[in-house]
């Protein structure tokens, strides 16, 4: 329950956030009233008035959208963690092998990319080599001074990933289908 209340607080921020420089946006387009002392803002009635109906839509429309954002924010925790995870991990056990995050079509896609070899090799590589590899696609340079790679690079990467791994899983089925066996079943 505490889970969803922050989901709640940090979305009601979001909007009063965007409200706010909505507003301030749409003050700094008033014309002063007066020149000293208090400055009144004013528009002519019409523009007010259709300018106020303007933003009470936009705020109807983005509380409307509350529950698909929820969604969102979900999925987007959900991947933040696993990536924070596999960073962890290739810090605390970069030794072991690559297959305690990825699937095996995941690290032999993922090394026949960044390797330019279009077999795939035998054995998968270390969890750290893999992590560099997957940050490599996410912009990750990986010189002696840059450490290992961070959450923004694997998250970049990983994006990256998943299409590599779409591509190598239909090229793979095609390679093991023939047109006579398609023909055969049909």
């Known amino acids: 329950m505490a889970f969803d209340s922050k989901i709640e607080h940090t ?39 259709n300018d106020i109906q303007r933003k009470i839509n936009v705020y109807h429309a983005q509380l409307g959208q509350a529950d698909r954002i929820e969604a969102c924010l979900a999925i987007d925790m959900v991947v933040a963690w696993r990536i924070y995870y596999l960073n962890k991990l290739g810090r605390e056990v970069p030794q072991a092998p690559c297959t305690v995050y990825f699937e095996e079509a995941e690290w032999k896609a993922l090394m026949v990319f960044t390797t330019n070899n279009p077999v795939a ?44 791994v779409t591509l190598w899983r239909v090229m793979t089925d095609a390679t093991h289908t023939t047109v006579s066996s398609r023909i055969d079943t049909g």
């Open 121 to 164: 090799p035998t054995q998968p590589p270390t969890l750290r080599e893999a992590i560099r590899r997957v940050a490599s696609l996410g912009g990750f340079l990986g010189r002696k001074s840059d450490g290992e790679p961070g959450t923004q690079t694997l998250w970049i990467g990983l994006q990256r990933l998943d299409d590599i």
């Open 11 to 49: 979305f009601k921020q979001a909007v009063n956030h965007i409200g706010a420089l909505a507003y301030h946006l749409w003050m700094q387009k008033m014309k002063r009233r007066r020149q000293n002392g208090n400055q009144y803002l004013h528009r002519e009635p019409l523009d007010y008035h």
